[in-house]
């Protein structure tokens, strides 16, 4: 009884909730479709009546429709039921179902991808992974469009066929090891599957088995490719475990660079089981694109790419019994044409024989006319007369030139032409006509059509070069190699950007209290006047091409018109002086914000260079000189900017061979800061630079105009098409003119050291202390440092205490203690291990691996600039000066400085560059070595002709006359620096 009571307990319980969840459902459904409108039966027969008529003999009347069925579908959903706005399917911004990232996009497009889609593995044994293998490809989609599949260890032999190991819809490629030449008779093997959906084009290209490295490398032409990629090259790399990495990533390398000579505008695609050798080590350009581990915690199998940000890594189970992860690479390139859009430029067009025109009528213009309308009181406004000059400058210019737009796409080849692009359109023709003969005959042509376009191209400009037009030679060179400067533009520019940075310019305005007056005129003191001669000269080596400045002015009017122009500039600048007052136009600079490093953000990453006018350059050039004929020879020896015979390798191993000294003696130790200073050219009080100016016996009439220069200074910023408003600046020197670094070096020219026993080596606004420390104490050059602080604060200079650095070089294998950081202005100071010092990195322990492994690096990528123009078949002595310029420039930068003490195998790593041009041009290339001794005699010798120098006293002469005095040296560092070496250098090379 209790048992049936029970069950029909229950069966009441499960009533009750079936009831209750039909009232919900009813309940729900009822107040969704609950409608804001009822209508009878009669409403719906009238509205019938009304909307039947299919053909109308009147416009029909909408308003006679009931409003709720007048709603707009533009309109949101206000009359839903629910009174909540709903969003319909033409208001989504993506049309549904289409998801975005980068699976989709590879799942909606699977081959056709900028770069193709990667699975790798190391197999192990690939033959008992087959079966496996063929069930993923199956059931996965993301495997079964896989493009390319890299496999090591697949253990195969010659007693395997191909049959075995087929795949449906795959080209298989493998490379078994071979035992004569690897030493193993089991073991190892690579193999590449190519997707024939995305591929049909596919060879082997090369392959290599050796004890230390095998790999396959192939060659392939998909259906759909980049403009920017001429063909994908793929290698497949087993390094084992035993194997020598040198020898293997050197054979790697050679095998690589041999196809970048080739192929130098290929995507290489370099996979396969690296162990413990990375393809960067001798190949730096490339970018590892593995970054999750795929054996325990160690990451073995790589994927290398000369493309940057190319994939995004999926790691997978493991294939069958295999011990390395299964990866899976999601392309993530984007080509140029969509990333980059196509910019429109404007350009001025000048008209046949624009110049002759301009130079007959300057000839005719009588100047005296615009210096009497600005003249009151006989006294002449030197604004109004200087403006009227160069509005009348601008009006001839206009009627001489036109402007143009041009559209420039970001993957267009520079041999393309009009021919070439009538010869496209004829044949997208062809093929839209269904015309087979014609088709094949408009393809023909174009082929024809762009071999002559590269053919015309390539010898113009080898005719530059054999003209002696460098410039036209190296426009044709960038736009072959499309090697240009990287865009000095922010990223996102918007409208108030402009403002903010010039309000960020000029916030050392603010704090300048300083009064600017002009010293009263001696009358003894006569002005400085200038020639017309002179200004003639200085107008004759003007940069046709230089960008005009505020004015408007182009260098190739004052350069092409300067025998015209010569007498009413130098009218102006003579009044100018008399006057010690600088045109307000002539003071105007545009401010063009050039990024400091690549990932420029902040306004604080951005340079400010000041953009003035042409004609004001030719004029600070001339005070510029007589400047620097007043200055005593012996002024600031350890300023080593702006000066002649200075340079920064002199800087360098002035500040290396103090250390060094100080470092052959016994219980030494030397510290080195690196100071840093926040905007130095925009931080200069003009009154204090005029104080220290007048104490050098400068004129008082050429310290008023500097005065004035540096006073009143409107000034804007520029971006693309914004500007900003302009403000007037009295604080700084502008950063862009001739005359700023003289006279910001002039300025710190009374920043020397207090105690003997330190240094302080300036190169324009690059400082550094060096202190020389013995028994450590240190006592000295820590009051050199709080000194220094004081004199910045002193001369409104901003110490930047989190750029600035400090290295130690501590040699003593025992220390009394640990050393004690170096504070300034209450802030520490970092101790760094490495810092890059005037374009060359410095080491605590005075080597120069990091800054030879930089230096390679950056040439290996100039590298491929250099196989561009050999694809094109340029002669080899073009080739040579392009190396030249801009690949033995760079390993040879401050050569002198750092080359004798470099390791055996950093000169190695800088020769193999040296050797890979050697191939890419075809012509014996100087060797480093021979460089460098070229360049230690060359220096040393300029050294020992300037008195003046500070390290001319470091060559003295024997009794003989006919040797120079060795320098005494207890260690090798020292004894392979450069002085002591350039001493030996001279000793052994006969007198010139």
């Known amino acids: 009884m209790a048992a049936r009571t029970h069950r029909e307990a229950q069966r009441l319980t499960r009533f009750r909730i079936i009831v209750l969840i039909y009232l919900v459902i009813s309940f729900v459904f009822a107040r969704f479709s609950y409608a804001n409108y009822s209508y009878s039966k009669q409403s719906l027969l009238d509205i019938n009546k009304r909307c039947s008529n299919v053909v109308l003999d009147h416009p029909f009347d909408f308003n006679e429709l009931p409003p709720e069925l007048l709603r707009s579908p533009r309109t949101s ?215 999750c581990t795929t054996r325990g915690h160690k990451t073995l199998d790589h994927v290398y790419t000369n493309v940057t940000d190319a994939y995004k890594v999926t790691p997978l189970p493991h294939l069958g019994q295999s011990d390395h992860l299964s990866l899976f690479l999601l392309p993530m390139y984007t080509p140029v044409i969509k990333c980059v859009k196509p910019t429109i430029r404007t350009v001025k067009i000048w008209l046949e024989g624009a110049d002759s025109t301009l130079q007959h009528q300057f000839q005719h213009t009588d100047w005296s006319e615009f210096a009497a309308q600005a003249t009151t009181d006989s006294q002449i406004n030197i604004d109004i007369y200087t403006n009227s000059v160069l509005e009348h400058i601008n009006r001839c210019v206009g009627r001489v030139t036109t402007h143009k737009k041009i559209k420039i796409f970001p993957n267009q080849k520079p041999w393309m032409n009009r021919e070439v692009r009538l010869l496209l359109k004829a044949r997208d023709a062809a093929f839209r006509s269904g015309d087979r003969e014609a088709y094949s005959s408009a393809r023909a042509n174009l082929r024809k059509g762009i071999c002559q376009a590269k053919l015309a191209h390539k010898q113009r400009i080898e005719e530059h070069f054999n003209s002696s037009d460098p410039r036209r030679m190296w426009q044709g060179i960038q736009s072959i190699t499309d090697y240009k400067p990287p865009n000095t533009v922010p990223p996102s520019s918007t409208a108030s950007l402009p403002d903010e940075l010039n309000h960020f310019y000029a916030r050392f305005d603010k704090n300048n209290k300083e009064i600017s007056l002009k010293a009263e005129h001696q009358s003894s003191e006569l002005p400085l006047t200038l020639s017309t001669s002179a200004v003639y000269s200085t107008l004759c080596k003007v940069n046709a091409r230089k960008a005009a400045g505020p004015d408007g002015i182009p260098g190739r009017v004052l350069k092409a018109c300067a025998e015209q122009l010569a007498e009413v500039f130098t009218d102006i600048f003579n009044l100018s002086l008399a006057q010690t007052t600088v045109p307000t136009i002539f003071k105007t600079s545009t401010i063009v914000p050039v990024p400091k490093h690549s990932t420029a953000s902040v306004p604080n990453d951005f340079r400010p260079v000041a953009l003035t006018p042409i004609i004001a350059k030719c004029f600070e050039r001339l005070i510029a000189s007589h400047l620097k004929s007043c200055l005593p020879a012996t002024l600031d020896p350890f300023q080593f900017a702006y000066r002649c015979n200075r340079s920064t390798e002199d800087a360098i191993s002035t500040a290396l061979h103090s250390a060094l000294t100080h470092l052959d003696s016994q219980n030494t130790h030397v510290r080195m800061l690196f100071i840093d200073f926040s905007s130095a050219f925009n931080t200069v009080i003009p009154p204090k630079l005029i104080s220290k100016l007048s104490q050098l016996g400068i004129s008082t009439s050429i310290c008023n105009w ?134 060359i990195h410095i080491s605590d322990d005075l080597t120069w691996s990091h800054n030879t492994s ?98 001319h006293g470091l060559f003295t002469l024997l009794p003989s006359g006919r040797r120079y005095r060795s320098l005494r040296s207890r260690t090798s560092r020292l004894r392979k620096s450069f002085f002591p070496e350039a001493v030996t250098l001279l000793n052994a090379t006969p007198p010139i």
């Not at 690897?182 to 060879?203: A, F, H, L, P, R």
């Not at 300036?762 to 709080?786: C, H, M, N, P």
């Not at 470099?902 to 050697?918: E, F, H, I, P, Y």
Request: glycine letters at 4%; one cysteine or more.
């Open 706 to 839: 500097i005065l004035d220069f540096l006073t009143n200074r409107p000034q804007s910023v520029k971006l693309d098409n914004l500007s900003s408003s302009i403000i007037t600046l009295n604080t700084g020197v502008p950063q862009g003119c001739v005359l700023s670094p003289l006279l910001y070096s002039l300025f710190t020219h009374d920043c020397v050291p207090v105690y003997g026993s330190n240094t302080i080596i300036k190169f324009a606004d690059d400082t550094t202390v060096v202190g020389l420390i013995k028994d450590d104490d240190e006592s000295a050059y820590r009051d050199e440092v709080q000194h220094l602080a004081v004199w910045c604060a002193t001369n409104n200079l901003e110490l930047n205490t989190q750029k600035t650095k400090e290295i130690i070089v501590d040699f003593r294998r025992t220390r009394s203690h640990a050393h004690t950081p170096i504070y300034i202005n209450g802030a520490v100071v970092e101790r760094v291990s490495s810092f890059k010092f005037l374009g």
């Open 77 to 291: 959903g206000s009359l839903a039921p629910t009174g909540s706005a709903r969003r319909r399917r033409r208001d989504h911004k993506q049309r549904r179902g289409k998801r975005g990232g980068l699976r989709a996009k590879l799942r909606l497009n699977p081959h056709r991808p900028a770069l193709p889609s990667i699975f790798l593995a190391n197999v192990r044994s690939l033959m008992n992974k087959m079966d496996e293998l063929k069930i993923w490809t199956l059931t996965q989609k993301w495997l079964m469009d896989c493009n390319v599949m890299f496999f090591t260890e697949t253990w195969l032999c010659n007693d395997v066929p191909n049959s075995v190991v087929h795949m449906d819809g795959r080209s298989f490629f493998r490379a078994d090891r071979v035992a004569a030449t690897s030493g193993k008779n089991k073991g190892g093997g690579v193999c590449i599957y190519v997707n024939k959906s995305w591929c049909t084009d596919s060879v082997i290209v090369d392959t290599y088995c050796s004890a230390d490295l095998e790999f396959l490398i192939i060659k392939c032409r998909p259906f759909y490719l980049p403009r920017e990629f001429t063909c994908i090259i793929a290698a497949a790399v087993y390094v084992p475990p035993d194997a020598n990495a040198n020898v293997a990533m050197k054979e790697l390398c050679a095998a690589i660079s041999k196809l970048q000579t080739l192929h130098p505008d290929g995507a290489f695609i370099v996979a396969g089981d690296f162990n413990h050798c990375t393809l960067r080590s001798v190949l730096p350009k490339f970018h590892q694109n593995v970054s």
């Open 854 to 951: 930089t230096l390679v690096k950056k040439a290996q990528q100039r590298l491929y600039f250099l196989r561009s123009l050999k694809k094109v078949h340029l002669s080899p002595r073009i080739l040579v000066e392009f190396y030249r310029c801009t690949i033995e420039s760079i390993l040879t930068n401050c050569i002198s400085v750092w080359y004798s003490n470099c390791s055996a195998s950093d000169r190695k790593a800088l020769q193999r560059v040296v050797k890979t041009a050697q191939r890419i041009t075809g012509t014996q290339l100087t060797s480093i070595e021979n460089i460098y001794q070229k360049r230690c005699l060359g220096r040393a010798r300029n050294i020992i002709k300037d008195a003046s120098h500070p390290n």
